[in-house]
């Protein structure tokens, strides 16, 4: 049973030792994702996952380790508490372990991560948010990805004019919590335009059908050109 939902970006540029010089100007944003885990915190869940982009996908068990070293920093995470063995989080699972370390989340919350290929087909991200959120126990999620890179000339992407249309819409659904929204974006649109929520939002969408859960939006901002966006759902 689902009982709430953080949703945040997860470029490596929210851990200040990477962004370096340029922290401060995304301070919004990790105050956002701070305020963010304190909605799921608050609603006492017996488990979390965690669910972000990769090139592959897979789970990765609580006390999976990651770090920050192909980007330039001597920083190590850890997803939830423990140790255990296998390969590395994804970058993205690395930035949320990290956010997680800085709430200093529950330590009898049971964390398992969730690597989704960027790739996935809508129906295979539905299929898999329906297994994340069966069962009796309270499950919450926190959903990590970016909408598009192409929201100005100096983005990653470049500027492409249906970034912005695509970004809008996706931040309506996140913050109004509508699954059937978030299950309609175009898989190739989001590709093209390099929004790697895409898929994530989408297992987000199938896990979180007939929740009744009502969203807040609480940041949606473009620095870099990269569509973030910060939102709960209880």
């Known amino acids: 049973m689902l009982v709430a939902v953080a949703v945040c970006p997860c470029p490596p540029l929210l851990v200040p030792e990477v962004a370096s010089g340029a ?18 915190a608050a609603a006492r869940p017996d488990r979390l996952l965690v669910i972000g982009p990769a090139e592959h996908g897979g789970r990765h068990p609580q006390g999976t380790p990651g ?13 939830g508490r423990g140790t255990a063995p296998g390969p590395e989080l994804p970058a993205s699972l690395a930035v949320a372990a990290w956010l997680l ?8 919350v049971p964390v398992e991560g969730v690597a989704v290929d960027t790739a996935l087909p809508a129906d295979q ?13 309270r499950v919450a999620l926190l959903v990590m990805g970016d909408g598009s890179a192409c929201r100005t000339l100096k983005a990653p992407g470049y500027l ?50 007939g929740a009744g859960l009502d969203g807040t939006l609480l940041y949606d901002e473009a620095p870099y050109g990269v569509g973030y966006f910060v939102a709960t759902w209880s």
């Open 125 to 137: 991200c539905a299929r898999l948010g329906a297994q994340l959120s069966g069962g009796d126990d």
């Open 101 to 108: 370390e800085r709430s200093d989340w529950a330590a009898d």
């Open 67 to 79: 770090s920050f070293r192909g980007f330039g920093v001597d920083l190590d995470v850890t997803l």
């Open 23 to 40: 922290a401060p100007e995304l301070d919004a944003a990790r105050a956002a994702c701070a305020d963010a885990l304190g909605v799921l």
């Open 160 to 209: 492409d004019e249906r970034a912005a249309p695509f970004d809008t819409e996706a931040a309506r659904a996140l913050g109004t919590a509508d699954p059937a929204a978030l299950a309609a974006l175009d898989a190739g649109l989001a590709r093209e335009l390099q929004a790697s929520g895409r898929a994530p939002w989408q297992v987000l969408a199938a896990a979180a059908e």
